[in-house]
């Protein structure tokens, strides 16, 4: 069982706007402004998609954003291409001592 | 560009050691800036983080592999390796290594990462 839970799927249609939760806990979502979310297509490595909750690094598509609420943190991606199609997960770090954990993963298919 | 790349044996017996080595290039692993890591995923499963280690060799381990992980740091091949002790079939998985930016209190995440290589744990 992961650390931080994801939902297992979600899916959307293309130029829509989708939104992925990663819920924790008050040791590592809740209580750290540390929250990155990863991008896997399948066969290949994850790719950092968004830092410290919301920062987003040089080249990736400002489509993607990310935020957080309490314990929950949120991946929205707007404008909904067939290439956001994969898998992502959400990762913090966290006080206990495995100092980063990571969510199951949600796949995203796009419609 | 910053590169890196996991090499290794593909199959280890159970209960023998898993021994992996990253290779750095387009930057040096003695850098002050970042930390260098090994994340592992088993086959259709997530992500699990095994250990982070500094040029300096100051290294972090996940509490539950802590016992038969060790990192260590090679600067004048600027390498870093992992070995995995005791391994079982649970340990099949693709092996990343992945370079974290240094940030407080601890860095948390992988900004390059290699292309992974997949290890078999069978007999």
């Known amino acids: 069982q992961s650390a931080l839970t994801q939902p297992a799927s979600v899916s959307g249609s293309p130029g829509q706007s989708i939104t992925i939760s990663c819920t924790g806990t008050s040791s590592d979502v809740g209580g750290y402004n540390y929250v990155s979310w990863y991008q896997q297509h399948p066969g290949k490595a994850p790719k950092l998609m968004i830092y410290?909750?919301?920062n987003r690094p040089s080249g990736v598509s400002n489509r993607f954003s990310g935020s957080k609420s309490g314990s929950t943190a949120s991946l929205t991606i707007s404008g909904l291409q067939a290439e956001d199609e994969g898998d992502y997960y959400c990762s913090s770090f966290t006080s206990g001592s495995t100092f980063v954990v990571f969510g199951g993963g949600t796949k995203l298919t796009v419609l | 560009q910053m590169q890196l790349q996991e090499s290794g044996p593909g199959l280890v017996k159970p209960s023998e050691t898993l021994s992996l080595t990253c290779t750095v290039s387009?930057?040096?692993?003695?850098?002050?800036?970042?930390?260098w890591a090994w994340i592992r995923q088993p086959p259709g499963k997530g992500l699990e983080w095994i250990g982070t280690?500094?040029?300096?060799?100051?290294?972090y381990y996940n509490s539950s592999l802590k016992s038969r992980v060790t990192l260590s740091v090679d600067t004048s091949n600027n390498q870093f390796s992992l070995t995995l002790s005791s391994v079982t079939a649970a340990d099949t998985a693709v092996y990343y290594c992945?370079?974290?930016?240094?940030?407080?209190?601890?860095?948390?995440?992988?900004?390059?990462w290699g292309q992974g290589t997949l290890v078999t744990v069978s007999s």
């Open positions: 387009g930057g040096s692993i003695s850098s002050s800036s970042y930390y």
């Open positions: 992945a370079r974290l930016p240094l940030s407080r209190p601890l860095p948390y995440y992988f900004d390059y």
């Open positions: 410290d909750v919301s």
């Open positions: 280690i500094y040029y300096s060799g100051s290294t």
